[in-house]
């Protein structure tokens, strides 16, 4: 680690965002109308967004798998960054969640990329072929994302990446007092992926912390 490294202050945060592409309307207009219908203020912060675009988009990515609709704000932002024949498959367990997301995905400008399967990730994710993703991102519940890992490296294709929030445990992860079982699965998950030998990661410090790790 450089000696150099400061802290991630609040300050900094809001000048990343400032100096990001914009969140656009659309996107903003989801976001208030979840707040609006109820849907819990928890998709990835627009900055995140507009990283992980930017990140498929020069990983040349097709085919990308997501578990955690919420209001398809993750979803549509992220199928923006790939070609007009690509096809993001996104899992979300609650029907409210995935109905909502149906609506805005549907009035969307990328709503022929994008399907939302309602279920369980641990359901869904074996349907899904071997190497067939170029990129997952997982966002969904913390304590299942040791389970979903195993189907992740089986489902993203050798060389894809593997995108991961709340590495940072929603502020939580260096309080020791916090034995959360969220907080806990997400310590254990974070040694698990620094130390996977098919995973070559890094934790970005943006958001509440997001894992970028390529499949080896
Ligand atoms: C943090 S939100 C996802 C935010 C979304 N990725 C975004 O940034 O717009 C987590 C979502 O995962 C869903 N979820 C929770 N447990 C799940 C499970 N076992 N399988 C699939 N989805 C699940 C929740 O209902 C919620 O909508």
């Known amino acids: 680690m450089s000696e150099h490294t400061d802290p991630v202050s609040h300050a900094l945060v809001e000048y990343i965002g400032a100096h990001a592409p914009a969140e656009g309307a659309f996107l903003a207009e989801l976001r208030a109308a979840a707040h609006a219908a109820g849907l819990p203020q928890i998709s990835i912060a627009a900055e995140q967004a507009q990283f992980m675009r930017i990140l498929l988009q020069l990983h040349g990515a097709r085919q990308v798998l997501e578990v955690g609709t919420l209001g398809g704000y993750s979803a549509i932002a992220m199928a923006r960054g790939l070609p007009a024949d690509g096809k993001l498959i996104t899992v979300e367990v609650e029907p409210a969640h995935a109905e909502?997301?149906?609506?805005?995905?549907?009035?969307?400008?990328?709503?022929?990329?994008?399907?939302?399967?309602?279920?369980?990730?641990?359901?869904?994710?074996?349907?899904?072929?071997?190497?067939?993703?170029?990129?997952?991102?997982?966002?969904?519940?913390?304590?299942?994302?040791?389970?979903?890992?195993?189907?992740?490296?089986?489902?993203?294709?050798?060389?894809?990446?593997?995108?991961?929030?709340?590495?940072?445990?929603?502020?939580?992860?260096?309080?020791?007092?916090?034995?959360e079982p969220s907080v806990s699965a997400i310590r254990a998950f974070n040694e698990t992926v620094a130390r996977h030998p098919e995973l070559d990661g890094v934790l970005v410090p943006l958001g509440d912390g997001l894992w970028v790790a390529r499949r080896k």
């Open 100 to 179: 909502f997301a149906k609506t805005w995905i549907a009035r969307s400008d990328v709503a022929d990329r994008i399907e939302v399967r309602t279920g369980r990730g641990i359901d869904v994710l074996p349907t899904l072929p071997d190497a067939s993703a170029d990129a997952a991102f997982l966002d969904a519940d913390k304590v299942s994302y040791a389970a979903y890992l195993p189907h992740c490296l089986r489902i993203v294709r050798s060389g894809g990446v593997i995108l991961v929030d709340n590495a940072f445990a929603f502020g939580h992860l260096l309080d020791p007092k916090n034995q």
